[in-house]
């Protein structure tokens, strides 16, 4: 079973517009940390966020904002007033940190999003 | 500092030739771990390393992959008699590998595979 599921394949928007990125996961530990990463067209992965499982207060900077609801196991992401410079694909990942059986640190990713962002 | 670089950026092989595929980590990070990423999908687990000891290759498709870290610090990820489903891009994340540091992985700029 996926433990982490993006099921927004694709996003398409216009600039100014805001626009949210779906994250559900999935994990039996108490401890775990949730990520958000961004794939430019270049290729390379940038990393944008951590939150640990027992922080759930949301958090902002600038344009980006994350809301984690534990009661829902999600962590979506927001972009406020969009840029063509957004345009990438966005990964959240799951690691478990109390390593039944997985190694610690390791990620499991999504199947990212596409955001794309229209001038 | 140094980032994680890995070599060479892209790799253009034929079918049934064996590619080396190699990462250098963050001078000081202990865990090392590589992700392949095929076409429109997230990066999958390979395996594992901390310091010179691959503690975790169950992410390893087949024995045709093989990965080494022989003295704790370069690692290399090698696919013997390779196969056009091997296409794909490898990254390679290393982190110091203690406490909250082990869940700062950096990853390098990644390797493109293409077997033809």
């Known amino acids: 079973a996926q433990k982490v599921t993006q099921a927004q394949t694709e996003i398409s928007v216009v600039e100014k517009e805001d626009v949210t990125l779906d994250c559900v996961y999935e994990?039996?530990?108490?401890?775990?940390?949730l990520f958000w990463y961004k794939q430019p067209p270049s290729g390379e992965l940038v990393f944008l966020i951590r939150?640990?499982?027992?922080?759930?207060q949301n958090e902002i900077s600038g344009r980006y904002s994350w809301n984690f609801q534990k009661s829902t196991s999600s962590f979506n992401f927001t972009i406020t007033a969009s840029q063509v410079v957004d345009s990438a694909v966005y990964f959240c990942?799951?690691?478990?940190?109390?390593?039944?059986?997985?190694?610690?640190?390791?990620?499991?990713f999504g199947r990212g999003t596409q955001l794309t962002v229209w001038p | 500092g140094a980032g994680v670089s890995q070599s060479p950026r892209y790799k253009v092989t034929k079918r049934g030739q064996d590619v080396a595929l190699r990462c250098d980590p963050i001078?000081?990070?202990?865990?090392l771990y590589w992700y392949r990423q095929a076409l429109g999908q997230g990066p999958e687990f390979l395996t594992y390393?901390?310091?010179?000891?691959?503690?975790?290759k169950s992410g390893l498709p087949n024995d045709r992959f093989s990965a080494e870290r022989p003295e704790g610090s370069i690692s290399t990820l090698t696919i013997q008699r390779t196969e056009q489903r091997d296409s794909a891009m490898y990254r390679c994340?290393?982190?110091?590998?203690?406490?909250?540091?082990?869940?700062?992985?950096?990853f390098g700029p990644g390797t493109r595979l293409t077997v033809t």
């Open positions: 994340a290393s982190s110091l590998g203690s406490g909250q540091a082990l869940y700062e992985q950096y």
């Open positions: 001078s000081g990070h202990v865990s």
């Open positions: 990942a799951l690691s478990e940190a109390q390593g039944r059986g997985s190694t610690l640190g390791r990620l499991y």
């Open positions: 994990t039996r530990d108490t401890t775990y940390y």
């Open positions: 939150r640990n499982s027992f922080d759930e």
């Open positions: 390393f901390n310091y010179e000891a691959q503690q975790d």
